[in-house]
C-alpha cells in the first residue's frame, strides 16, 4: 500500500477527527496538515496536532473569515508561534471573489511577517488574486519560508516565481474541465509536488494521487510522500 500526506485539510464536520484519520489511516494516509479557518479553530488543531505525532498544524484567518477576526489576533497568534515551534501559519491568503479585499491584504502581510519571523511554512489560499498575492510576497523576496500553494489553480506566474513555492494539488486536477491545472502539472518541479484533500473528509487525496501519478510518469508515490515529509514534518 502507498503512503500518503493530506497537505491541506480541515477539522472533520460529522464525526471526531480520530474517527476521519482511523477511516484514511486504513487506506494509505498516513499524516495530515489540519488547518484552520478563524481564531475560534485554533485551540482544537492545536490540541490535535499535541497528541498525534503524524498531525501538523496551521493556524491562521481565512479571508473568508476575516470579518470573525479579533482585534488582538496578530498579538494571539505572535504568542502562540512564539511557545510552539512547530505550529505553521495557514489558511490564509486573498480571494477576489470575497469582500473586504483591503482587510484581507492586511491580514495577509502580517501573516507573511509573521512566518518570517518565525521561519514557518504558510499555507496559502489564492483566487483570482495572484497578482495581488505576488506583489506583497515580493516585498519581502530572499526572506520567505517555505509556502504551500494549496489547491494550485495552475497560474503561470506562481509557476515563474523564484522563490519557495510548493505546490499541492486537489481532486480538482481529476476533473475533465480543469485543463490549466493539468497542464501545470508538466511544469512543477517533482520535488515541489503535494497532495491533499482540501477537505474534511481526507479520502479524496487519494483521487488526487491517481491524476497526479497517471500524469506525471517520472514522480512516484514515494517522492511525494517525501516532499511532504521535508516541508511539513522537517523531513
Partial sequence: MQKYIDSHCHLPKNMSFEQAFEKANSVGIVGCVLN?????DWPRIIDISKHNKNVACCIGIHPWCIDSATVNWMHNMDAILQDNPH????????????????????????????????NRVLNLHCVHAWDSVLKILKMYKNNLPKIVVHA??????????????????????????YKKIKLSLCK?????????????DFLPVLTAANAVLDARPDVSADDIFNNTMGVFFNG
Fill in 87 to 118: 505550529i505553521m501559519i495557514g489558511e490564509v491568503g486573498l480571494d477576489k471573489t470575497h469582500d473586504n479585499f483591503v482587510n484581507q491584504e492586511r491580514i495577509f502581510t502580517r501573516s507573511v511577517e509573521l512566518a518570517i519571523r518565525y
Fill in 36 to 40: 484552520s479557518v478563524s481564531e475560534s
Fill in 152 to 177: 494550485f489553480d495552475g497560474t503561470q506566474n506562481a509557476l515563474d516565481f523564484d522563490e519557495n513555492l510548493y505546490f499541492s494539488y486537489s481532486p480538482n486536477i481529476a476533473k475533465v474541465n
Fill in 188 to 200: 512543477v518541479p517533482k520535488n515541489k509536488i503535494l497532495l491533499e484533500s482540501d477537505s474534511d
